[in-house]
């Protein structure tokens, strides 16, 4: 860290005292689920306890399969982990544990099966094998019975026999569940003064799979361990695994088929906000930066990461990597690398365009979303403006292109000036949690220094993951359509640093490089924009490197042009697939708009268009709508854009 002298502390938001502002040392996070009561921090034993006992209870019951359902980080393996600690306590109670996520496809039923048989003694699998080597063909027999006789097996070997004899033909796999049947009921049965045995089988990240594993582990538990004595848990978010999720291709038998897998679920509750509060102080606690957070920014750590005990930490180790490792923030209190994250995370829209994103032009858009709210209070109350605030009402007017009168009247006034405004100021003016954000950030000491360098673009640290446009369009087989939304697409020379997950709060790996269900495997098409040709107007191409360069590496052929005149001599050579333009350039804050318009006009292009603009308002939406083109400052919506040409675009075969 920086040796400079350290700075005044800054005025708490709340309070308006000086507030501490400690430099560190800060610590990391891990990811592990809970596994013990004594680190339960969300109140979630009881219910495990509960469930435990269920379980027990539901002996005489088995088989049957329960679902712990809830999405992506909501502490889904932390309760199964509980759950499993408590039965360690009953009597007669066996577990085991599989993680769906580390087979794939046909191997996950092995898997599992396997996984179950190794809970089981060398007895009771020995005894296994040689009842189902007496029932087959004599050749089959003396094979199995050698094999048997050759030397002792340890449990492992046993297994491995098991499996190729059960599974080495359809006939077998036809056996399979009685032979299982009849080993788990030998295994189960105990003396007179000692209740059965029951094995509790634990499947996590089911949803984490490719259609084909998830089939394949449905498949293990449903036709071939539905037996007496065997209880599945399964962890997973149930509507993944619905036909417009993860199992969208399905048939209708199968589908019918998926619907017979659980036969009750229990959903975990989002945690209540005492319950949640207390998690993140405890987080910002263990890591260090507890004096930091007032209740401002904790109710905003609650509520805008939906309460999810994942994000909470991504975003709270997201600090501790930006204040460690990033040296622009020597030069500030760790509460600005705090707020900063928190309107990057959860407001990246806002963000994009304070960062200058995609050659914005906007200015500082901090002040205008400041001076636009005191404006709207203005134009909003039925008394006369006041003398000194007149001026700047008329100056803001003027700004905007606006009359300072409305023969109107003021409703309309603020209509139209939030036609030229951002399209999210107005649902963030009555957002207290952005505007408090907002104002504790402005009032941080140097923050005039801060916001000016977070417009000219932060360093991207080494140690946090890059923007994944490249990697990701890269991988994409042929005719594949990335997920909606599935990365934030952050332009180039906006600034960086958040861990993955931060915008839709998908697990890393959870589609990884390539959408659920597919594999870049020798069928995949290694150049799937070989057929794109991209023209791209931006009189700051820089802006635009990250997703230029990922589309090239695709294989597409960009082609940059940085102002109109050297667009319509590109035109005048080659037709491409696609256009993509900045809005303002040249001087002229209309100037794409115009552009396109005598494209149009001129019957000179009547191909996709796209305009890529950090600034977002009602008329440019109108204007570019009436043009027929798009209009985003989504990275991840260009990268849409752009495979929807593709595919329009690629020859028939």
Not at 74 to 82: A, C, I, P, Q, V
């Amino acid at each position: 860290m920086s040796t400079s002298a350290p700075l005044p502390p800054p005025l708490s938001p709340s309070t308006g005292t000086p507030a501490p502002s400690p430099r560190g040392p800060f610590v990391l996070l891990n990811d592990e689920p809970v596994a013990e009561s004594g680190a339960d921090l969300l109140g979630v034993g009881r219910a495990a306890r509960q469930l435990a006992g269920l379980l027990v209870a539901s002996r005489a019951s088995t088989p049957f399969t329960l679902a712990v359902d809830a999405g992506w980080g909501m502490g889904k393996s932390s309760l199964m982990r509980l759950v499993d600690a408590e039965l360690a306590h009953a009597p007669e109670v066996h577990t085991v544990w599989y993680n769906a996520w580390t087979s794939q496809g046909a191997d996950a039923l092995e898997g599992l099966i396997k996984s179950v048989l190794m809970r089981f003694d060398r007895r009771v699998l020995r005894r296994a094998l040689q009842r189902i080597s007496e029932r087959r063909a004599l050749l089959r027999a003396v094979r199995a019975v050698t094999t048997v006789a050759a030397g002792p097996l340890g449990a492992a070997g046993l297994v491995d026999e098991l499996w190729k004899t059960l599974s080495v033909n359809s006939q077998a796999r036809n056996e399979m569940r009685g032979a299982i049947g009849e080993l788990v009921q030998e295994w189960s049965q105990t003396d007179d003064f000692r209740p059965r045995r029951l094995l509790v089988v634990f499947i996590d990240d089911l949803d984490r799979c490719p259609e084909e594993t998830v089939l394949a582990v449905c498949e293990a538990v449903k036709v071939y361990l539905d037996v007496p004595g065997l209880e599945f848990v399964i962890g997973c978010d149930r509507s993944a695994l619905a036909p417009n999720g993860l199992l969208r291709d399905l048939s209708p038998a199968a589908s019918a088929f998926m619907e017979k897998i659980f036969q009750t679920s229990y959903r975990i509750p989002v945690p209540d906000q005492q319950g949640v509060r207390a998690y993140i102080d405890w987080c910002a606690r263990t890591v260090g930066i507890d004096q930091l957070l007032d209740e401002r920014l904790t109710t905003m750590l609650a509520e805008r990461s939906a309460r999810n005990p994942r994000r909470i930490k991504r975003l709270v180790n997201g600090f501790v990597l930006e204040a460690t490792l990033n040296p622009m923030w020597d030069d500030f209190a760790p509460e600005a690398v705090v707020r900063t994250l928190l309107l990057q995370y959860f407001y990246p829209d806002f963000y994009r365009m304070v960062a200058g994103a995609a050659g914005s032009g906007a200015g500082d858009v901090i002040a205008e979303f400041r001076t636009y709210r005191e404006v709207r209070r203005l134009l909003r109350t039925p008394d006369p403006i006041p003398v000194t605030e007149l001026p700047t009402v008329t100056r803001f007017l003027r700004e905007h292109d606006l009359p300072e009168q409305d023969a109107d009247g003021r409703d309309a006034t603020l209509s139209r000036l939030e036609r030229q405004l951002p399209s999210t100021f107005p649902e963030m003016v009555r957002d207290q949690e952005f505007t408090s954000l907002i104002d504790g950030l402005v009032a941080l000491p140097r923050a005039e220094e801060l916001l000016r360098r977070l417009r000219e673009g932060a360093e991207l640290p080494a140690a946090v993951e890059p923007e994944p446009a490249a990697a990701y369009v890269q991988s994409l087989p042929t005719q594949a359509q990335p997920p909606a939304g599935a990365y934030g697409g952050m332009p180039s020379g906006a600034y960086g640093g958040m861990p993955a997950g931060a915008y839709g709060g998908m697990p890393p790996g959870a589609y990884g490089a390539v959408p659920a269900g597919r594999t870049a495997g020798p069928g995949a098409d290694v150049a799937p924009l070989r057929y794109v040709r991209i023209l791209w107007v931006d009189d700051h191409p820089r802006n635009n490197e990250s997703l230029v360069n990922a589309f090239r590496a695709a294989g597409a052929v960009v082609r940059i042009a940085e102002d109109s005149a050297a667009a319509d001599a590109a035109l005048a050579v080659e037709r491409p697939t696609l256009i993509v333009s900045d809005i303002e350039r040249d001087g002229n804050p209309r100037e794409g708009l115009e552009h396109l318009a005598r494209l149009r006009r001129d019957g000179r292009y009547d191909g996709p268009f796209v305009f890529y603009a950090g600034r977002v308002t009602p008329e440019r939406s109108a204007v570019a709508e009436q043009l027929g083109a798009h209009l985003t400052s989504s990275g991840s919506e260009i990268e849409r854009l752009v495979l929807r040409a593709a595919a329009a675009e690629r020859p028939l075969s």
